[in-house]
């Protein structure tokens, strides 16, 4: 969701020299970011808590003197990150203590989506109105596949398909399209993803690759594939990024505030019939698995994943 922001400083600062801040474990998603030239690694069991935060900016300020320093998260840490690295002007949204460590700090705007959070700290930074806003990886294969790929995890279980669910929707794909069906999801998703796969009774031109992909060969995959069919989760943004037509199952979470951005490949499922949703809790608190999952229509789903496929491969 930063590829919007660091796209528009390119645009807004041209010729200047942009280096980037990504967490350990993300780190290998900035070769697909927008252009850029130096990646700083933060690790959180390196580096933790604020005095973590202090000496990893120390370090930064040890290496290069920096004119402009801008907070996206809003935590007190990655001020006090600000703060160490001397940076001249240090730009940021006013929270808690935040203030005192910023030379800049802005209100932020309520709900607005968070790619727009962010970029509206450059504009009112800046003064000036950013009209062209959308979130791009960039993402290239030669090996075009008729297939469509499924996600079935979140690290929230708020978000994550039960298994027994996760079964029925494939099982129903697989009896009404006849494209390759690829399951997809991280080393420790993978227990999971092979339950709910060995379950299938139907295995036909059904590939499990969970566990085999890093953050480079997914978004390979992606790129390769003609539809994605997930729920909110790090892959639906990835998938969107690439501008693969994707399907957003929505349990917890809420769609106004951290979609996949790009409309115009993306499709939203939500059953918006219970009093508690949309929550952002991490666990469901009244039913304890996802009744907001669970009673999704999957003639709904089968639907949208048929209009999709029909659609142009990538937007």
């Given amino acids: 969701m930063s590829t919007a922001f660091v796209q528009a400083i390119n645009e ?70 600000a703060k160490a690295t001397g940076a001249t002007k240090r730009i940021g949204y006013k929270k808690e203590l935040r203030s005192l460590l910023l030379t800049n700090s802005y209100n932020k705007k309520e709900n607005v989506h968070r790619v727009e959070e962010y970029v509206d700290l450059l504009q009112q930074f800046t003064k000036t109105k950013i009209t062209e806003v959308g979130v791009h990886l960039n993402a290239a294969t030669t090996n075009k596949r008729n297939a469509l790929i499924i996600n079935i995890n979140s690290e929230a279980s708020s978000r994550r398909l039960p298994k027994e669910k996760a079964i029925s929707i494939i099982s129903t794909i697989r009896k009404n399209v006849a494209e390759e069906i690829i399951l997809i999801g991280s080393e420790k998703e993978k227990p999971f993803v092979d339950e709910v796969y ?4 139907d295995k036909k ?17 992606m790129a390769s594939c003609k539809v994605m069919l997930t729920t909110d989760s790090g892959p639906a943004h990835l998938a969107n990024a690439t501008g693969l037509q994707t399907i957003v199952l929505f349990g917890a979470g809420n769609e106004n505030n951290t979609a996949p951005y790009n409309i115009i490949n993306r ?37 949208a994943v048929k209009e999709k496929l029909n659609t142009n491969i990538h937007s």
Avoid at 198 to 201: A, Y
Avoid at 205 to 221: F, K, R, S, V
Wanted: proline share 5%; charged share 20%.
């Fill in 267 to 303: 499709k939203i499922i939500r059953l918006g019939q219970l009093s508690c949703e949309p929550c952002t809790k991490n666990t469901c608190q009244r039913y304890g698995i996802p009744e907001c999952l669970l009673r999704l229509d999957e003639n709904i789903i089968v639907t």
């Fill in 12 to 81: 807004t600062f041209p010729g200047s020299i942009i280096d980037l801040i990504t967490k350990k474990g993300i780190d290998s998603l900035l070769g697909n970011f927008p252009s850029h030239n130096k990646q700083y690694i933060f690790s959180k069991q390196q580096y933790k808590g604020l005095k973590g935060a202090w000496k990893f900016g120390k370090e930064i300020a040890a290496k290069e003197k920096y004119d402009l320093f801008f907070c996206l998260p809003d935590s007190l840490s990655s001020a006090v990150m």
């Fill in 198 to 201: 060995n379950s299938l009774t």
């Fill in 205 to 221: 031109n059904i590939t499990n690759l969970a566990g085999q992909t890093d953050i480079p060969q997914l978004i390979e995959l």
